[in-house]
């Protein structure tokens, strides 16, 4: 078993020195390369043996779109009015009396703007970074799978992250002015999925965990902006994100049913592991320092705002259910169960799974609302 520390780096999921320390020291690189262990591998069996992983696939042919002809991109988008439209009508996500006794006690409106328009920046470059994890890491799936009709719903996604780089790209750098540096705990995550050599973990990383949360944080944005552009972009991504998140559990599930306690606890490590980074990283400690405000003032008192609290727990609407739905919950005397109750988001786990779910997200549908009715 191992230990908190050696899992995640710290003894305390909550150690705000441990989690600030992890800071990206190459700021201007622009190449970073990981070692990929991982073995391609040859079938020669074509025959249609996962009948649900082949309607994937007949979905995702169907459901291609041109980034540059099906997105509106002459609408003008006004940041600063933007975000003081959403503001308005959502707030700013943060409890103002929470920050007393810090530099932001003496923020006004211009300020608290300014902070959400760096936020979306910030919020939006780092899902064109965890996209472009996506596009190498299906990459990979596609080498690495042993089974044909995952093999070739694994060559449509590698089509799909590629989009949606190219779209969070385009609006970021058109629409928003500039981008900001991967941060350094999703970079570590991607580095580790990236890294291991086994083709499950490559799903559960990327496919159950990245994509999970991703497709929920796109569903809160796509609901809560009115910025007509970013609106439908989010909706367009949102129908690819969810097939791609029902590939990693329909996938997974027959692999993990049939795995020992000991591999299974290996997943629920990991899982746990990708979940606490990606916590991490909405922290937000880039925004804070653009703002010249040092994190250190402000973060812990962050992790305690209850507002903030309840945005970053939504993030983990689509990850709780599908870890039940491959039975990572409650084997090992429910040890990712009790790890998912400390961070506070087991209350998602009877909800929907992306594997049922998926269909719903389709375009032309409605997509179901990242918050119950």
Known sequence: MSSTEEMIGRSEVDDIEAILAVTNSDVDAVEHVVADNADAIFTWDYTLARPALRKLYEKAKVGQWNA????P????????????ADEAAIGTGMDPNMYIGTPVEKWGEKEWVEFGMEGRRWSLSQ??????????????IVETVPWYDAKLYASTQVVDEARHVEVFARYIDEKLGGHYQINAHLRMLLDDIVNDSRWDMTYLGMQVMVEGLALAAFGFMHQLTGEPLLKQMLRYVMSDEARHVAFGVLSLKEVYDGMTDPEIKDRQEFAFEAAVRMRDRFLQQEVWERMEINPREVVPLVLQDPMRAVFQQML????????????????NDAWLRRRFEEMGVIQFEDWTDTGEEYLKFELGQDAPAPVPA
């Not at 540059?68 to 997105?71: G, I, Q, V």
């Not at 991109?73 to 003081?84: F, G, Q």
């Not at 709780?320 to 084997?331: A, E, F, M, S, T």
């Open 73 to 84: 991109w002459d609408t003008e988008v006004d940041l600063e009015a933007v975000i003081k």
């Open 316 to 331: 983990f609407s689509k990850i709780v259910p599908n870890c039940k739905k491959l039975g990572l919950l409650d084997r």
């Open 68 to 71: 540059t002809t099906d997105l």
């Open 127 to 140: 899902f064109m970074h965890g996209e472009q994890g996506a596009l190498l890491c299906t990459a990979k």
